[in-house]
């Protein structure tokens, strides 16, 4: 079992900043890729960043120059930095872990932007 628990959410005005982190705990040897997801009202969740064991990057296009995801092995924790925010980055967003073949994910937290 792996264990996901996210932070650093919040409100923040259009074009303002903010950094998630997501802690991994429990059986957290073999993580594979760790992945963000956010969730808006009405709509599907959708995969925003991932990030490898060794490091490699992939975003959606939406994130794309506006998102960085990174991880620390050592800490079991990754991170997303978000920048020029919108308010349609407004959603509940996910942390997710693989580890031999099952994806494990935290419970969210809320990110707003709005004036």
């Known amino acids: 079992q792996v264990q ?3 932070s650093g959410g919040g409100l923040v005005q259009p074009g303002g900043s903010l950094r998630l982190s997501c802690v991994a705990s429990g059986s957290i040897s073999i993580i594979d890729d760790m992945h963000w997801y956010r969730q808006a009202p009405g709509k599907q969740r959708e995969l925003v960043a991932t990030i490898t064991r060794s490091g490699s990057t992939n975003y959606a296009d939406s994130a794309k120059g506006r998102f960085t995801i990174s991880r620390d092995n050592a800490k079991n924790t990754v991170y997303l930095q978000m920048n020029s925010l919108k ?8 942390c997710a872990a693989d580890r031999v ?11 707003t932007a709005s004036s």
């Open 101 to 111: 073949g099952f994806r494990y994910w935290g419970q969210g937290t809320q990110v």
């Open 87 to 94: 308010p349609e980055d407004t959603a509940v967003y996910y």
């Open 4 to 6: 996901l628990v996210e």
